[in-house]
């Protein structure tokens, strides 16, 4: 899958782009900043947040600004505002980490590792099961999109910069004909796991080269309506994908 695209040839690793950017503007800037303090653990549970005129002078903001920033972390679940006391980090257990953001700053911190496997749990639980559904499910139109968007892995076999979009593209496009409503309601949480995970899977020397096959698995198992071949397509591809990651971060470290 997206990431275990990650080639294993002799290739020197290529740069990828950066994730892109969970919140936008200068309420935003704000927001990220301090929310991968948080992530990193630079500011811990029960942190009180400098008092807002320490802020104002550091960052040269208005006060509406940084109040707007404030409100976007405590939406998410990471401050709460307490009358005499603060801004407080709260602790993990509040966190929304479904939150596309909150992911986006966990899969850049320096904790990552500690939670992939996580995420790579949610990804098991939910594509091979997309991908079964879509076997069964897909229509004509649903087809042409899969083999499109299969096709369009190929000049980026390299790991090109637009190497993770098109692999996401893909996994993306089989959950999306599997037909449930609910689970297109999750795209943009599905699209940040995966975009995690792939991102750091794609580091690897070689990138989706080496799993076209596995991709090709998937998609010829899915426009079979072979559920049971899809379903297990999906996990060898998801297998061979954390595979990969697990090696850039042991290189890493």
């Given at each position: 899958m997206?990431?275990?695209?990650?080639?294993?040839?002799s290739?020197?690793?290529?740069?990828?782009?950066?994730?892109?950017?969970?919140?936008?503007?200068?309420?935003?800037?704000?927001?990220?900043?301090?929310?991968?303090?948080?992530?990193?653990?630079?500011?811990?549970?029960?942190?009180?947040?400098?008092?807002?005129?320490?802020?104002l002078?550091?960052?040269?903001?208005?006060?509406?600004?940084?109040?707007?920033?404030?409100?976007?972390?405590?939406?998410?679940g990471?401050?709460?505002?307490?009358?005499?006391?603060?801004?407080?980090v709260?602790?993990?257990?509040?966190?929304?980490?479904?939150?596309?953001?909150?992911?986006?700053?966990?899969?850049?911190?320096?904790?990552?590792?500690?939670?992939?496997?996580?995420?790579?749990?949610?990804?098991?639980?939910?594509?091979p099961?997309?991908?079964?559904?879509?076997?069964?499910?897909?229509?004509?139109?649903?087809a042409?999109?899969?083999?499109?968007?299969?096709?369009?892995?190929?000049?980026?076999?390299?790991?090109?910069?637009?190497?993770?979009?098109?692999?996401?593209?893909?996994?993306?496009?089989?959950?999306?004909?599997?037909?449930?409503?609910?689970?297109?309601?999750?795209?943009?949480?599905?699209?940040?796991v995966?975009?995690?995970?792939?991102?750091?899977?794609?580091?690897?020397?070689?990138?989706?080269?080496?799993?076209?096959?596995?991709?090709?698995?998937?998609?010829?198992?899915?426009?079979?309506?072979?559920?049971?071949?899809?379903?297990?397509?999906?996990?060898?591809?998801?297998?061979?994908?954390?595979?990969?990651?697990?090696?850039?971060?042991e290189?890493?470290?």
């Amino acid at each position: 899958m997206l990431s275990s695209d990650v080639g294993k040839k002799s290739r020197g690793r290529k740069s990828l782009a950066p994730p892109r950017p969970p919140v936008a503007g200068l309420p935003g800037a704000i927001v990220e900043t301090l929310g991968k303090k948080i992530l990193n653990g630079e500011l811990l549970p029960g942190d009180v947040l400098p008092a807002e005129t320490v802020y104002l002078s550091q960052l040269g903001v208005s006060r509406t600004t940084l109040r707007e920033a404030i409100k976007v972390l405590a939406a998410k679940g990471l401050v709460l505002a307490k009358p005499k006391t603060g801004t407080v980090v709260r602790a993990r257990d509040h966190w929304n980490l479904l939150d596309p953001a909150v992911l986006t700053w966990q899969a850049a911190s320096d904790g990552f590792a500690d939670t992939m496997g996580e995420l790579f749990e949610i990804r098991r639980l939910v594509e091979p099961e997309g991908a079964a559904l879509a076997a069964r499910r897909h229509d004509a139109a649903s087809a042409i999109a899969m083999r499109a968007a299969f096709e369009a892995l190929a000049p980026h076999a390299d790991a090109g910069p637009d190497a993770l979009d098109v692999d996401i593209a893909f996994h993306l496009t089989i959950l999306k004909a599997a037909g449930n409503r609910y689970l297109n309601s999750l795209g943009a949480v599905v699209d940040t796991v995966i975009r995690s995970t792939a991102r750091l899977a794609l580091g690897r020397p070689g990138g989706l080269g080496h799993s076209m096959g596995l991709h090709r698995a998937v998609l010829d198992a899915v426009l079979a309506r072979d559920e049971t071949a899809a379903r297990a397509a999906m996990h060898r591809l998801l297998a061979d994908a954390e595979d990969d990651a697990h090696q850039v971060l042991e290189h890493d470290r």
